[in-house]
């Protein structure tokens, strides 16, 4: 099954307002991370946040994590221009085998000058 | 340190032709995973390699598809016989154990014709 689907799937604002993205997954997690994409890049890792931290921050960014909602949020605050990419949450299983990082459909985000 | 490598960035094929990617992954790391990302949906697993064993490859579409990891090393991914539904961009990532961020490379674009 899917893991890691984002919301919403594309979003559009000013420079300067915050951006805020979502993230539901399915199945228990040792730690979810969020990566960016530039069009025509590869992904870019942004920040990680374990199983056992609610609330994570790195420059511009604010990460929340609800295991019991399986579900977190990626936000960006005092959006620019450079900003504007496709960003998409992936989830690493919480098992004591090896399993596979999986990555949702992401959202798409424009910020307007 | 180098990152992650990928060769070719695009490559335009007709259907029925073989093409084979090539991914260098960071030197000394373990974990290899193939993605794809077709017309701007989900990124897609394919396989993850530790070391030169296949950990999981429950995400190859086929047996057209075929990936080594020689001697642990580079990892290469060859499509034999290409159809249409393959075109999508193809990432390789890297990671040096788990759990733990994954470092990719900027993804092969494949076109079938």
């Known amino acids: 099954s899917q893991q890691g689907e984002e919301d919403p799937q594309a979003l559009s604002i000013q420079e300067g307002e915050n951006a805020t993205m979502n993230c539901s997954y399915k199945t228990s997690i040792n730690n979810l991370q969020w990566y960016r994409q530039n069009s025509g890049r590869g992904l870019v890792h942004l920040i990680l946040i374990r199983s056992n931290e609610r609330e994570k921050h790195s420059g511009r960014l604010r990460v929340t994590l609800d295991t019991s909602k399986k579900s977190s949020s990626l936000l960006i605050t005092a959006s620019r221009a450079a900003d504007t990419a496709s960003y998409f949450c992936?989830?690493?299983?919480?098992?004591?085998?090896?399993?596979?990082?999986?990555f949702g459909t992401g959202t798409k985000l424009q910020v307007i000058p | 340190e180098a990152g992650v490598t990928q060769f070719p960035s695009h490559s335009v094929i007709e259907k029925g032709q073989t093409v084979t990617l090539r991914c260098d992954p960071i030197?000394?790391?373990?974990?290899l995973y193939w993605y794809r990302r077709v017309m701007g949906k989900e990124i897609k697993f394919l396989l993850h390699?530790?070391?030169?064993?296949?950990?999981?490859e429950s995400g190859m579409p086929n047996n057209r598809f075929l990936a080594e990891r020689t001697g642990g090393t580079y990892s290469t991914l060859k499509v034999q016989p290409a159809e249409l539904e393959d075109s999508g961009v193809y990432f390789c990532a890297s990671k040096a154990s788990r759990p733990g961020e994954l470092f990719f490379g900027e993804g092969s674009r494949l076109t079938v014709l």
């Open positions: 992936a989830t690493d299983p919480n098992s004591g085998g090896y399993q596979k990082v999986t």
């Open positions: 390699f530790v070391k030169e064993s296949k950990q999981d």
């Open positions: 030197s000394g790391h373990d974990n």
